[in-house]
């Protein structure tokens, strides 16, 4: 129904789509004009888009396996590369890095150079080569070029491990702005956002989720770009954000010289609600070592290019050529959002804390904060919180808490934009985490249900029967994923910095010598990817229980141990065991020559 | 040397060209971010070291990415392994 046409067409169904959308934001504008409550907007623009994506998921339901694993391999480079940005800029991106920007400065700045960087060895050491493999998974790769299914399984567990992780938190998020959007208490929510995933992934696998993906990039996009360009103008602080907030940095850095910064003591952050903070750190200084700023940003280039759900994205494009030029679009795309996020950061920073601004609060009166609308809103939701500790009646910069996420979600409402702005902003958060969690979800239940149940349990099944396996699976590790995020045992961002240094521990080495080293063997990888794996996983837990660690390797960079391990015992193990066979060695030199068939063929 | 190798050695060269680059934008100048931090160079009115982590080292990540790309194209060319239709 939309096969071939339906490509040919994409720049027109998307820019109807993103007229129609606009159109949308104009006609709850007016509506908000007209008297619709806050609650109502909110509601419309959550419930309006998640029917949307579901809708291109119903669309998109197929009944071939190249179809559900690799979208049939025809989706052109620039919409490849929007897809790889919804699929990569999860909730945390979306609702948590211009607030982890505002409260740590430089030293959080490093997810920002990692986050982007690592594209780089995504696009030079990988892509390409897995694309000519031809393989439907990651540990299809690992599975076919060094053999057996110990190392196919190997590849499963870390991909497992490290999506599984990643996936928690974006529930999570789909949760939370389904909690605050819609209503409902957050036990139902985190089901109700799972509901939606589940619509865009099931019937269509692969295909759906690419065709959602591209949806959802356009609305996130709109949603984080439209503030910070509004609230730059607003405040005249230019009508090109990105380019103009030098002052606006350099008054902050005035400003903090001015207010100090009061340390609190235990006692008054005791009565402060859990998961709030008050801004501590300069905001343009460099205040982390090089050692904390350059080790961060190695675990998430490195874990940018080990993670499955990532790089099976390149597994769609229609050649070898295509998927290298899709990395340059994804990290485009993906450029627009992340440098954004800082101006954002700035802008938030400076309303709150400019006297000069009708928005500024630090050095008014308690009660006349108190008093604001829009702090009782955000005071309710428990993301804002002030308190007079030296009792002069008086704001001051120590005194006023705010919750990262805060800073995405309140700015537009402090800086004074009409809500139909925040209701925005809560679709776009939406989009974020659905994007992210899909395209998680499926890398597993993929792994899953082709590795292991077709290539290990069961080869000769059908495909009729594999579709209907993976689908089970993919509702499964969909309820699995949901069950342990209602639980709420860990923050979004820590556990996604987490992912990221478990797919580096046991991913990056195997994936990458199983391109440019030849003399690579299997047990060499099972080596490298268990042993790193249990390494990076054993020196978390020791941390965690109040180890010291060593060489300032800290909870976040964990990956460096890992993948180190992983290394080290790849090279050692596959040296000392005998080389890969002539067949192999002929498949190597095949993957590294763009021209000539796949590997693996178009359906296996 | 067969074609192959020939095309291996360039496109291997290549690949150590930009990972240098990269090593640069996203590790090397970050030994010196205090020092950069008091630099008299301010893209824009920026600090230097906060624009580079701002906006700088992310630029030069997405240009590199496409150079790269095509000069990869390039090599390929040369030796004749473009793809073509119905390689697939």
């Keep these: 129904m939309i096969k071939g046409k339906f490509i040919d067409n994409l720049p027109k169904v998307y820019g109807i789509y993103t007229g129609g959308f606009l159109v949308f934001i104009i006609i709850m504008a007016i509506a908000e004009q007209a008297g619709m409550t806050a609650k109502m907007i909110g509601i419309f623009f959550v419930s309006f888009t998640v029917l949307i994506y579901a809708l291109i998921g119903w669309l998109s339901r197929t009944l071939q396996t190249d179809a559900y694993y690799v979208a049939g391999r025809q989706v052109p480079t620039v919409f490849n590369g929007m897809a790889t940005a919804a699929d990569w800029m999860s909730g945390a991106s979306f609702v948590a890095m211009a607030g982890g920007i505002y409260f740590k400065g430089y030293g959080y700045m490093a997810l920002l150079v990692g986050w982007t960087g690592g594209y780089v060895l995504v696009a030079s050491l990988l892509a390409p080569y897995l694309r000519k493999f031809g393989c439907y998974t990651v540990p299809d790769f690992i599975g ?48 109700v956002g799972l509901a939606s995933i589940l619509m865009c992934s099931m019937l269509g696998g692969m295909r759906a989720v690419t065709w959602t993906q591209v949806a ?227 890398a597993i239940s993929n792994a899953l249900s082709h590795d ?120 050692v193990v596959s040296l000392i065991t005998a080389a890969p066979d002539a067949a192999t060695q002929k498949m190597v030199d095949d993957v590294r020559v763009p021209s000539g068939k796949t590997i693996l063929g178009k359906q296996h | 040397m067969s074609k192959q190798e020939q095309h291996w050695e360039k496109t291997r060269n290549l690949l150590f060209i930009t990972l240098a680059i990269w090593f640069v934008f996203s590790i090397g100048i970050f030994l010196f971010g205090a020092e950069m931090q008091e630099s008299s160079i301010r893209p824009f009115g920026y600090p230097l070291t906060y624009w580079f982590t701002c906006q700088g080292s992310l630029a030069i990540f997405v240009i590199l990415i496409f150079w790269f790309a095509g000069r990869q194209e390039k090599i390929d060319d040369e030796f004749g392994f473009t793809e073509r239709e119905g390689d697939q």
């Design chain 1, 144 to 191: 076919t070029r060094y053999g057996g299914n110990l190392a196919r399984f190997s590849a499963v567990i870390v991909l497992t491990v490290a999506s599984f992780t990643y996936v928690t938190a974006q529930i999570n998020a789909t949760g939370t702005i389904a909690s605050v959007a819609l209503d409902i208490p957050f036990e139902i929510a985190v089901y």
């Design chain 1, 216 to 442: 959802q990039y356009i609305v996130l996009i709109i949603a984080y770009l439209l503030p910070v360009f509004w609230i730059s103008n607003n405040i005249g602080a230019g009508f090109f954000p990105h380019f103009m907030l030098a002052d606006e940095v350099a008054r902050i850095a005035e400003l903090e010289g001015q207010f100090g910064f009061v340390k609190n003591s235990a006692a008054d952050l005791a009565t402060v609600p859990k998961g709030l903070s008050a801004i501590t750190k300069a905001h343009s200084s460099v205040n982390a070592t090089p050692w904390a700023f350059i080790s961060l940003a190695v675990c998430m280039m490195a874990g940018t290019a080990s993670l499955p759900h990532v790089m099976m994205r390149y597994f769609t494009t229609p050649s070898v050529r295509t998927a290298r030029r899709s990395v340059g679009w994804s990290l485009f795309f993906i450029f627009l959002l992340y440098s954004s996020a800082p101006m954002l950061a700035t802008l938030s920073k400076i309303s709150l804390m400019d006297p000069n601004l009708a928005t500024g609060i630090i050095g008014k009166s308690i009660a006349e904060v108190q008093a604001l609308d829009w702090y009782q809103n955000w005071n309710q939701a428990k993301l804002m919180f002030v308190s007079d500790f030296n009792g002069n009646g008086t704001l001051e910069l120590n005194e006023f808490f705010m919750k990262g996420s805060a800073v995405v979600l309140a700015t537009p409402e402090i800086a004074g934009l009409p809500y139909v702005i925040s209701g925005l902003v809560a679709a776009g958060g939406m989009a974020a985490a659905m994007s992210t969690a899909d395209g998680l979800v499926l």
């Design chain 1, 452 to 571: 292991v149940y077709y290539k290990i349990i069961n080869p000769k099944a059908e495909t009729a029967k594999r579709l209907i396996v993976a689908r089970v699976l993919l509702v499964l590790i969909g309820f699995a994923g949901a069950t342990i995020a209602a639980l709420e045992i860990q923050g979004i961002l820590g556990s996604v910095i987490w992912a990221f240094d478990f797919a580096m521990s046991g991913l990056f080495f195997p994936l990458v010598l199983g391109v440019w080293w030849k003399r690579a063997n299997a047990p060499g990888a099972v080596a490298g990817m268990l042993l790193g794996l249990i390494s990076g996983t054993a020196y978390l837990v020791w941390v965690r229980s109040g180890g010291s660690g060593f060489l300032g390797i800290t909870q976040l960079t964990f990956g460096i141990v890992g993948a180190a391990v992983s290394l080290v015992s790849m090279i």
